[in-house]
């Protein structure tokens, strides 16, 4: 009884924060319900009895991806409102692909149907000397390892697409070059310090600083004769 208010409690509160995630026109309360999203997610995943993805959950996604969006979105001053300048021109292209997938979504749960031994399925015994990462590794990468590695290639796909059309070169960046710098003299120099030794006795080196180019100086030859 408990277990099922739990779970009836945190899947409400999931759904609620998930759509408060693609409602809200502030962006950092979008990701801030993202995070309580992840939260209830993984609150889910305990009830379930999977604590490995639970922990996961927390730690990489709320830890570091959900965090990183919120630095991303706090520090970078994004104009939302220009953003949505084009939102009416496109808003009918977005209505019809809407409608196309809400079909699809339609005729899918539509026809979807229980398997016959689906009941008895979650009643198999577990083995007792197999703990909960195992079972998911072997499942992952012996069971379906090919599929595994096809999601990899897909998202290392996406993360060179993205890097691709996100990517603009500026002619006011400053390049490194890297001959230029190991030619420099002074730039490496080969010491033997005595054992022993702190900076004290050695002090710190730094790389002779070049003297800037004199200004040529542009010689003026009067038409006038001798004073």
Known sequence: MIAAAAFYLFAAVLIGSA??????????????????????????FLLAGAEFLAMILVIVYVGAVAVLFLFVVMMLDVDFAQLRQGFQRYAPLGAVIGGILFLELVLVFGTWTFAEDAAGLRLNPIEPQVENTRALGRVLY????????????????????????????????????????????????????????????????????EAPPQPKQVEHHGHGGHH
Do not use: Y
């Open 19 to 44: 759509a408060m995630v693609v409602t809200s026109r502030n962006p950092v309360h979008s990701v801030l319900f993202l995070i309580l999203a992840f939260f209830n997610a993984a609150a889910l």
């Open 142 to 209: 012996t069971d379906h390892v090919w599929l595994f590695q096809l999601s990899g290639v897909i998202l290392l796909v996406a993360m060179i697409g993205a890097i691709v059309l996100t990517l603009r070169g500026k002619p006011t960046s400053k390049r490194q070059d890297v001959a230029k710098q190991i030619a420099r003299a002074g730039s490496v120099q080969l010491r033997q310090p005595p054992v022993g030794a702190g900076l004290g006795e050695i002090g710190i080196e730094r790389p002779p600083v």
